[in-house]
């Protein structure tokens, strides 16, 4: 009989892969770094960054991680380039496009 591989026929979700975009610290923020372990901490003088990664295993989303903006390139990047376009800037250029 016809031997048919039956390969995994799981519809995918999504091609989604993991993307870290740069945002600042919000006052309450009260995450680690995922790098150095210390606390994501807003001061209110310095205009503290953070890079936020959504990370996707086999395209599904699976956590969220933060980094200091600074332990984000020690690590080596490992969730891609950081998307540095601001927030309102993104949503006009999706509005522009559709
Ligand atoms: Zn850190």
């Keep these: 009989m016809a031997t048919t591989t039956t390969r995994s026929t799981k519809k995918r ?19 680690d770094c995922v790098h150095c372990g210390e606390r994501v901490k807003f001061q209110a003088k310095v205009r503290n960054k953070q890079v936020i990664c959504n990370v996707y295993v086999k395209g599904s989303w699976a956590r969220v991680e933060h980094f200091h ?5 020690q690590a080596g990047g490992p969730h891609g380039a950081v998307d540095t376009t601001p927030v309102i800037k993104a949503r006009q250029r999706q509005a522009a496009s559709s």
């Design 13 to 31: 979700t999504s091609n989604a892969t993991s993307r870290a975009v740069l945002r600042d610290v919000e006052p309450g923020s009260s995450v």
């Design 69 to 73: 903006d600074g332990c984000y390139d």
